[in-house]
Each structure stands twice: as structure tokens, then as C-alpha cells.
């Protein structure tokens, strides 16, 4: 019997990751990825959110960067997500 090779998945940072759904955002929708400061807006925006800067408006709140990048192709199956 052959043995399956473990495949080993290659680390993003989650800077890297909200980088690259930035340019594909600002491409296809016009927004952009941002990161809640403080605690003050934590409880209404998530950790993170989505804004569109010609509006200057909130389009989005608890996005889950992780999720969202590979809904968007921009993190693939081999790779995954490190602090």
C-alpha cells in the first residue's frame, strides 16, 4: 500500500492576507478591508469591516478575513492563515 504524503500548507500573515483582498476588492467593488482600533467600535464592527472610501461608508461589519479570501481566490487550499 502506498502512504499519502502529508501536504504541508504554506503560511500567510494576516497582513499579507487583508494586502491581497484589498487589490481584488478595490478591482471588482470599489471597497476595502479594515481593521477595528480600540474596543469602543469592536462591539459594532467586528474586527474587521468593509469600507467604500468614495462614499465614506461603512459597507460591511464581522468580516472574516480568512473566510473571505478564499471566497475571493486569494488564499488557496495549501495555504493558511498564522498571527
Do not use: H
Amino acid at each position: 500500500m502506498a502512504k499519502k504524503k502529508k501536504v504541508k500548507k504554506v503560511p500567510v500573515t494576516m497582513r499579507a492576507l487583508i494586502q491581497r483582498i484589498n487589490r481584488k476588492l478595490a478591482t471588482e467593488r470599489g471597497y476595502v478591508i479594515k481593521k477595528t482600533r480600540g474596543n469602543r467600535w469592536r462591539g459594532e464592527l467586528g474586527d474587521y469591516y468593509a469600507v467604500d472610501p468614495k462614499r465614506n461608508c461603512v459597507v460591511s461589519e464581522y468580516i472574516e478575513p480568512e473566510d473571505l479570501g478564499r471566497e475571493l481566490g486569494v488564499l488557496r487550499d495549501w495555504e493558511k492563515v498564522v498571527e
